[in-house]
Each structure stands twice: as C-alpha cells, then as structure tokens.
T-cell receptor, first 112, second 113 residues
Framework: AQTVTQSQPEMSVQEAETVTLSCTYD???????LFWYKQPPSRQMILVIR????KQQNATENRFSVNFQKAAKSFSLKISDSQLGDAAMYFC?????????WGAGTKLIIKP | SAVISQKPSRDICQRGTSLTIQCQVD?????MFWYRQQPGQSLTLIAT?????????ESGFVIDKFPISRPNLTFSTLTVSNMSPEDSSIYLC??????????FGSGTRLTVV
C-alpha cells in the first residue's frame, strides 16, 4: 500500500528563521509526483511546491525548497526567512495514477 | 492554473436533510475529485467524477450517500444525503491542473445539527 507519513504534528519557528518539515512515503511505483500543500485557516488548499520523482534536482520556489531523497523515500520542505503568513497546516502528498495520497499534516506556528 | 468556484462556502443543516455542493471550473478538465476533511484531519478522497460516466467511489463511500453529477467538463456537484452529525466536515473539490499540480476549491464547511 502507498503511504505518506508526516511525523511532526506541530512545528514552531521564530519569524525570519528557517524551518524544515519532514515527510516520508512508501510506494512501489517508479513514476510519481510529490507535493507540499499549505492550508491556512481560510481552509483554501494552496500548492506550495511539487517534485517529479524522475528529476534528480530538488525543486525550489522562492523561499520554499525541498530535499528529495528518492532512495530514502524522503521529501522534506524547507522554509527560509519564515514569515507570519506562512502559519498554516502543511500537507505532504504523493500522486500516483491520479490518486493523491495525503500525509496527516504538520501545523506550522510562526513566533513573531 | 484552473480557478474553481465552490458553493456554498458553509452551511448548517438539520439531520436527515441533504445538501448539494457545486464546483464550477473556469476551464475544461477531464477529472474532478471530491474530498472530505474531518476536523483536524487530512483529506480523504470520496470519489472521482468523470464527464459522461458514473463517478468512481473510494472504499467507505457509496453513491446513495454521496451522489455526484458531472454534466459537463466544467461543472460537478456532490450531494451529502440524509445527513447526520458525523457528516460535519469540510468538503473540497479539486481538479488536476496542466502544470502537474492539483487545484482546489475553497471548501464547504458543513455543520449538521
């Protein structure tokens, strides 16, 4: 069975500092996609960053970057220069054959 | 990426009644997905809606409880039927975008009393 695991229910970081959210997954597929989504209190699900499994290079979007370790099946999200607006639930998800498998989520708290 | 309009944004309903949630997409999409997000939890896929065919339901979800319509490539509805307090959740629709990401509606917060 395909699974996505987020082992950190909650993380906190000081504003302007860097935080890393962990995600591990399990799949027997060779071709898949990985995503990080952000869900603020407004409940809108927002795509933060995506990674194609066949690409070696780690994806980067402005202050957001991933550390993709395919052999270890690890897909962590690094947020640099944390801002108050980054406070939200963060979900890791894996797409295989048009089915998204979701992690349990990590609540990120930003301390001013 | 696609823009999704989801209605209603929230509702409070009496048990035993039904609520229909609508999702309108600003472009044609092949597959639309309906999710449930129970309080404090992650997303659970209810069903995948394809135009011109019956929706494909995930384990634990049945058509009688969650009938779905998909009359064209830009619109879908999910009905939550014969509601009970256990159906209180956020319901989200989603489509696959052309950029290998999924776009979500703004969600419907349903409270059943």
């Amino acid at each position: 069975a395909q699974t996505v695991t987020q082992s950190q229910p909650e993380m906190s970081v000081q504003e302007a500092e860097t935080v890393t959210l962990s995600c591990t997954y399990d799949t027997s597929e060779s071709d898949y996609y990985l995503f990080w989504y952000k869900q603020p209190p407004s409940r809108q699900m927002i795509l933060v960053i995506r990674q194609e499994a066949y690409k070696q290079q780690n994806a980067t979007e402005n202050r957001f970057s991933v550390n993709f370790q395919k052999a270890a099946k690890s897909f962590s999200l690094k947020i640099s220069d944390s801002q108050l607006g980054d406070a939200a639930m963060y979900f890791c998800a894996m797409d295989s054959n048009y089915q998204l498998i979701w992690g349990a989520g990590t609540k990120l708290i930003i301390k001013p | 990426s696609a823009v999704i309009s989801q209605k209603p944004s929230r509702d409070i309903c009496q048990r035993g009644t039904s609520l229909t949630i609508q999702c309108q997409v600003d472009s044609q999409v092949t597959m639309m997905f309906w999710y449930r997000q129970q309080p404090g939890q992650s997303l659970t896929l209810i069903a995948t809606a394809n135009q011109g065919s019956e929706a494909t339901y995930e384990s634990g979800f049945v058509i009688d409880k969650f009938p779905i319509s998909r009359p064209n490539l830009t619109f879908s509805t999910l009905t939550v039927s014969n509601m009970s307090p256990e159906d209180s959740s956020i319901y989200l629709c989603s489509v696959e975008g052309p950029d290998l990401g999924y776009t979500f509606g703004s969600g419907t917060r349903l409270t059943v009393v």
